[in-house]
């Protein structure tokens, strides 16, 4: 899959451009990855009671087919004040269900989770299988100055 090219500085990604003005192109996922995890999918009632608290990621608003959203609900997670197991784990799970369109488009045949905590800080560690021969590993730091 042709996908935009990004680059990354200190933890910021931004869209590469060429010499000539147009977007940098590359195979691969990484912008589909990245929007899948961190675009904020819009939480139910039972998970934030004030609707306007509730978020979301506006393009979700304009193409929704099937009642699919983009994003995940990691903000939720992310947000508590103490890195606990229970937070952890539900990093883990939302990870998974963020991108579980891959399986399902049959982009990828596996998406795999882990969180690994480094000096205090969560980051999630992915791997995705797109066949056999091509596994592909990402690491992202969920987040940092959180409580222990």
Not at 140 to 145: A, I, K, M, Q, R
Request: proline share 3%; net charge negative.
């Amino acid at each position: 899959m042709i996908d935009l090219k990004l680059t990354e500085t200190d933890g910021i990604y931004d869209i590469s451009y060429g010499d000539d003005g147009d977007f940098e192109m590359e195979d691969g996922f990484d912008t589909a990855i990245l929007m899948s995890l961190f675009c904020e999918r819009r939480a139910l009632k039972d998970e934030v009671p004030d609707a306007i608290r509730r978020r979301g990621w506006v393009g979700n608003a304009f193409y929704n087919p099937g009642g699919f959203e983009n994003g995940s609900k990691m903000w939720i997670h992310t947000e508590q004040g103490r890195v606990t197991n229970v937070v952890l784990n539900a990093i883990k799970n939302t990870s998974v269900s963020g991108l579980y369109w891959m399986t399902l488009d049959n982009i990828a045949k596996s998406v795999e989770s882990n969180i690994e905590v480094i000096s205090g800080v969560p980051n999630l560690k992915l791997k995705i299988e797109y066949s056999p021969s091509k596994v592909e590993e990402k690491f992202f730091s969920v987040w940092e100055n959180t409580g222990t």
